[in-house]
């Protein structure tokens, strides 16, 4: 018969559950777990109270601005062109990435390079987007350099997105 022992806030935690635990909390890199905690304060955040989409925008340029300089530029063309060719959406933050909502659902974000560690950044599309075309289609697109021709390229994209 196996004895376990209590404390006053409950029971002890035994050694098998703690090294499942560690290695739970192993399996996801320091920037995933960032990420994580930055979804759950957004959540808080939206569930306090309705933001106004100039709260969303203040944190969004504030995500932006802890970039690296050459993905910040980019992020500040790629908000520009959102809030230009579709201004209905909402800029806000999600998992702590710039991204932009319609109807309070995200539609489109953009991911640095330098928050997950990944060769280029990328600019991606929720399932919300309306960009089905046929049996196959993308989500997200990497960013190597932004020019004319892909800032076009995006903002069409956005378009037809955004419905």
């Known amino acids: ?32 777990q960032a990420a994580m905690k930055a979804r759950a304060r957004e959540l808080k955040a939206e569930a306090r109270a309705s933001r106004s989409s100039a709260e969303g925008e203040a944190d969004l340029l504030a995500r932006v601005d802890e970039m690296a300089a050459a993905e910040r530029d980019v992020a500040r063309r790629i908000h520009a ?13 999600w998992y ?31 399932d919300q987007a309306r960009l089905d075309d046929g049996g196959l289609w993308p989500t997200s697109f990497a960013i190597h350099r932004f020019g004319d021709a892909e800032a076009a390229t995006l903002a069409a994209l956005v378009r037809r997105a955004a419905g």
């Open 96 to 126: 702590g990435m710039p991204a932009w909502a319609k109807d309070g659902k995200v539609l489109c974000f953009f991911q640095s390079a330098g928050k997950f560690k990944t060769r280029y950044a990328t600019f991606g599309f929720s």
């Open 1 to 32: 018969m196996t004895r376990t022992t209590a404390t006053k806030s409950g029971p002890r935690k035994s050694a098998a559950k703690k090294t499942a635990a560690k290695k739970s909390a192993a399996t996801f890199t320091a920037e995933e």
């Open 81 to 93: 062109l959102v809030m230009a060719t579709a201004p209905g959406l909402q800029p806000r933050t």
